[in-house]
């Protein structure tokens, strides 16, 4: 300013200044220096923070911030939110997308029956496309690159015998897109995950009775067609009975020695006292067989509820029907119910004690799935403790010996989400797992398992620390779903170190940050929104996949800058200087 000018206090100017938004305090800040002193001060940008975004004045910033107005900036700016490029190259719905570890390559899945391998650079090109029609597959629904990206799994929808479905896994060569391997999967949405480098999980499900089934979980060498003879391509991992015709769905595998160096830590022990407490979860359960009764309040940890009476009774059901006592007054699926549960009291074998890893250097993984207890939809996600003998192909194909009483395997953990889950997704540390689900409504009781409750047309987006098996946070809202619970269908989300993303039913792609659980951003597309991945080396860069057969890439507005000051440019005065100096 003038010096004749006199000169506002910096507290009028402050209070002056908290009346403006963020791009009004840019502007003033170029007035003078003293102006721009005010514009920059801290608490002047953390006003302004928690007004712009509204978020709770209980969340604490960002523990790698360095100020109030960089984290409005990095909000504001590092946002994958602009969209860069519309790659059309399926011609059905695109159903699922897939990043390598590397950030070079990523692989999209789609009703056309194709895997489609595409090259990551500046601007995005199809590298390769497998046809899986050959094959007898109706449709590819899933992929995932090995931890070294040598190869590439894909799973997909099989046409058996009388047109029955089932599903399939094939595994793909990335030096030079040979098929290795071919894998069954059943059911189909078991989808299949890498355990390691060459082994891989698939499913296969044998029906006992109408409603009730077992669950098998293979571990498979993904070289088969070339392993010698006298080596094993294929072991049993685990068998797990399901009640009330529930199947195992969606596995996947966390690495338990990577939860003490997490990317972020979500641990808001005062936000979570001050919000009321969500009844939609029961973590005292020790296994899924207890879901199967009406379920008591959690025990404190460590406890094992009482059973003795409960079995005891199932015992004297089932003696009376033997000794044609009479059958009591129930129908042929709750009798079946009954009995099954009675059969895996006897025949299962203990979870494994102390589930939660001590040992920061701990070679144990977690094998995570969808299950349930009292309906067919996946309610409650089952976690199974991989142990290191466990991670490999050699020994007795059917695995362990078991008794007589050792017949069935346990869950080391049950967590009941009291809805219907459409999809899941690990932190890249994998300390957090983070579930969509559509709600049940609050106080139903199921009493048939074919008849599962409706559920609700908003997304709830969960997050549990699988470190502490408990959950952290309120769950996520934004994103809507439409479908009914009988064709209720997979939503695929993916977490970078700072954000989460979600598909929805409502057209949009949705994120959030991860720390100030709010939505930062929705990504416009013509249909249903399916799947959307991070690359694993740049947050700023984000792919979603619709039902409108379009792969759309979005970008940062902070990466687009960055994008267009690398480009060449012209150089046509340069040249004439030089031909001019020659001449």
């Known amino acids: 300013m003038d010096a004749g000018c006199p000169r506002l206090p910096d507290t009028v100017l402050f209070e002056i200044f908290l009346y403006l938004d963020h791009a009004d305090v840019l502007s003033v800040g170029l007035v003078c220096q003293q102006w721009r002193a005010v514009a920059r001060d801290e608490f002047l940008w953390k006003e302004l923070f928690y007004r712009y975004y509204r978020v709770s004045r209980d969340v604490p910033r960002h523990p790698g911030a360095v100020s109030w107005y960089e984290e409005f900036q990095r909000l504001y700016d590092t946002i994958p939110c602009v969209e860069v490029q519309a790659l059309k190259e399926h011609n059905d719905q695109v159903l699922h997308l897939s990043f390598s570890h590397s950030g070079c390559l990523f692989a999209s899945c789609s009703k056309d029956c194709t895997v489609k391998i595409w090259s990551n650079e500046l601007d995005i090109s199809l590298q390769h496309s497998s046809n899986m029609r050959p094959y007898n597959w109706s449709y590819t629904q899933f ?23 089932s599903g399939e896994i094939a595994v793909i060569s990335m030096e030079n897109f040979t098929l290795l391997s071919r894998v069954r999967n059943k059911p189909y949405d078991v989808f299949g995950c890498w355990l ?30 070339i392993e010698s003879e006298n080596v094993n391509v294929v072991k049993r991992l685990f068998k797990i009975q399901n009640l009330n015709a529930s199947t195992i769905r969606t596995v996947m595998v966390a690495d338990c020695s990577r939860y003490d160096s997490p990317d972020l830590l979500l641990d808001y022990e005062e936000q979570l006292a001050a919000s009321c407490p969500c009844p939609a979860f029961d973590l005292g359960s020790d296994s899924e067989e207890e879901g199967a009764r009406p379920r008591p309040p959690p025990e404190p940890a460590g406890r094992e509820l009482p059973d003795v009476p409960a079995e005891h009774g199932l015992q004297q059901l089932f003696d009376g029907i033997m000794e044609g006592h009479g059958r009591p007054a129930m129908t042929d699926t709750e009798l079946e119910t009954k009995v099954a549960e009675l059969f895996v009291r006897n025949r299962t074998k203990p979870p494994e004690p102390n589930l939660l890893p001590t040992d920061s250097n701990s070679k144990t993984k977690y094998l995570i799935f969808t299950t349930g207890c009292l309906t067919y939809s996946p309610h409650q996600i089952g976690i199974k403790r991989i142990l290191p003998h466990q991670m490999t192909t050699a020994g007795p194909v059917l695995g362990e010996e078991r008794r007589s009483d050792e017949f069935f395997d346990s869950l080391d953990h049950v967590i009941d989400i009291h809805g219907h889950i459409i999809g899941m997704g690990l932190s890249p540390d994998h300390r957090y797992l ?39 946070k309120r769950a996520l809202r934004a994103h809507r779903a439409y479908t009914p619970n009988e064709e209720c269908f997979f939503i695929f989300l993916d977490v970078s170190r700072d954000f989460v993303a979600s598909g929805a039913e409502d057209r949009h792609g949705y994120i959030w940050d991860r720390h100030y659980n709010i939505c930062l951003a929705k990504l416009q597309h013509d249909n249903v929104v399916n799947s959307v991945a991070f690359s694993p080396v740049e947050q700023e860069l984000l792919l979603t996949a619709s039902d409108d057969t379009t792969i759309k890439v979005w970008r940062s507005p902070r990466a687009m800058r960055i994008r267009q000051a690398r480009r060449p440019r012209p150089r046509k005065l340069l040249f004439s200087w030089l031909l001019n100096q020659k001449s």
């Not at 499900?205 to 993904?222: F, K, P, Q």
């Not at 609050?442 to 559920?455: A, F, G, K, L, T």
């Open 434 to 472: 983070y579930v969509n689900s559509r709600a049940w409504p609050r106080d139903c009781v199921i009493s048939d398992p074919m008849q599962p409750p409706p559920i609700a047309e908003e997304i709830d987006l969960h997050v549990f620390d699988l470190k502490t098996m408990k959950e952290v």
């Open 196 to 225: 390691n480098e060459t082994n891989l999980i698939s499913g296969n499900l044998h029906r006992i009775g109408r409603i009730t089934s077992c669950s098998v979980l293979w571990l498979n060498n993904a070289f088969q067609g």
């Open 143 to 165: 992929s995932q690159f090995n931890s070294d990206d040598s190869l590439l799994l894909v799973s997909g929808v099989f046409v058996g015998p009388h047109n029955s479905s």
